[in-house]
């Protein structure tokens, strides 16, 4: 089945404590994406790759680091988390592009306390 | 700076009912939108897109209008049914930014029965 898969689903961790939030598409696509939605804000792109090795930033890229050593994979790291990374994050990736359908993951719902 | 707007965060409607959703775009750039719904727990998904080149696009039971002079989008659904309560979000990107895309807040939509 093709999807986008988000680990873990649920995370409760302390202001500080570096993450990560791992991201896994089965589909052989180019592109990745991270967003975050907040309530009365929408989604929100943080950063996206658009192959292995290419990262750039989205509109909030603040406080957050992305890795893409494999194609499949596009890991979000928050090396010191801080409340107001407090979030739902979703994981996203195409075949090429924001121009391509984007197929989400089912989200990651963090709380910094 | 660029925003994606939507000009009503909640809207009822009854069962069997059309209901239409707006969205209000300010890039005058941006040539190619997409409406995502996303139902309570889940990831956004794909329902239909259009480009600049079109001012109505229809899919099953979706039609999605462009009216570029005034920058506006608009999703309607026929023959609303429960199953179509959840939050309708629009996006737009460019060709010229085609890495980066910006998603409006979203409008809840919810069925009377």
Same mark, same amino acid.
Request: hydrophobic letters at 30%.
């Given at each position: 089945?093709?999807?986008?898969?988000?680990?873990?689903?649920?995370?409760?961790?302390?202001?500080?404590?570096?993450?990560?939030?791992?991201?896994?598409?089965?589909?052989?696509?180019?592109?990745?994406?991270?967003?975050?939605?907040?309530?009365?804000?929408?989604?929100?792109?943080?950063?996206?790759?658009?192959?292995?090795?290419?990262?750039?930033?989205?509109?909030?890229?603040?406080?957050?680091?992305?890795?893409?050593?494999?194609?499949?994979?596009?890991?979000?790291?928050?090396?010191?988390?801080?409340?107001?990374?407090?979030?739902?994050?979703?994981?996203?990736?195409?075949?090429?592009?924001?121009?391509?359908?984007? $197929?989400?993951?089912?989200?990651?719902?963090?709380?910094?306390? | 700076?660029?925003?994606?707007?939507?000009?009503?965060?909640?809207?009822?409607?009854?069962?069997?009912?059309?209901?239409?959703?707006?969205?209000?775009?300010?890039?005058?750039?941006?040539? $190619?939108?997409?409406?995502?719904?996303?139902?309570?727990?889940?990831?956004?998904?794909?329902?239909?897109?259009?480009?600049?080149?079109?001012?109505?696009?229809?899919?099953?039971?979706?039609?999605?209008?462009?009216?570029?002079?005034?920058?506006?989008?608009?999703?309607?659904?026929?023959?609303?049914?429960?199953?179509?309560?959840?939050?309708?979000?629009?996006?737009?990107?460019?060709?010229?930014?085609?890495?980066?895309?910006?998603?409006?807040?979203?409008?809840?939509?919810?069925?009377?029965?």
């Amino acid at each position: 089945e093709a999807q986008v898969t988000q680990n873990p689903r649920y995370l409760i961790t302390v202001t500080g404590k570096k993450l990560t939030v791992t991201c896994s598409q089965n589909m052989n696509h180019e592109y990745m994406s991270w967003y975050r939605q907040d309530p009365g804000l929408g989604l929100r792109q943080i950063y996206y790759s658009m192959n292995v090795e290419v990262t750039d930033k989205g509109d909030v890229p603040e406080g957050y680091k992305v890795s893409r050593k494999e194609k499949r994979n596009f890991p979000l790291i928050l090396e010191s988390p801080s409340p107001n990374q407090t979030s739902l994050y979703f994981c996203a990736s195409s075949v090429k592009g924001s121009r391509d359908t984007q $197929y989400f993951g089912p989200g990651t719902r963090l709380t910094v306390l | 700076g660029e925003s994606v707007g939507l000009h009503l965060p909640t809207l009822s409607v009854q069962e069997g009912d059309n209901s239409i959703i707006n969205c209000a775009y300010s890039n005058s750039a941006s040539d $190619y939108f997409i409406w995502y719904k996303q139902e309570s727990g889940k990831g956004p998904q794909f329902i239909i897109d259009i480009r600049s080149n079109m001012d109505k696009r229809q899919g099953q039971r979706v039609t999605v209008l462009l009216n570029k002079t005034v920058k506006h989008l608009s999703l309607q659904i026929a023959a609303t049914q429960p199953g179509d309560s959840a939050v309708y979000f629009c996006a737009e990107t460019s060709y010229s930014s085609a890495s980066k895309i910006i998603f409006g807040s979203g409008t809840r939509l919810s069925i009377r029965p």
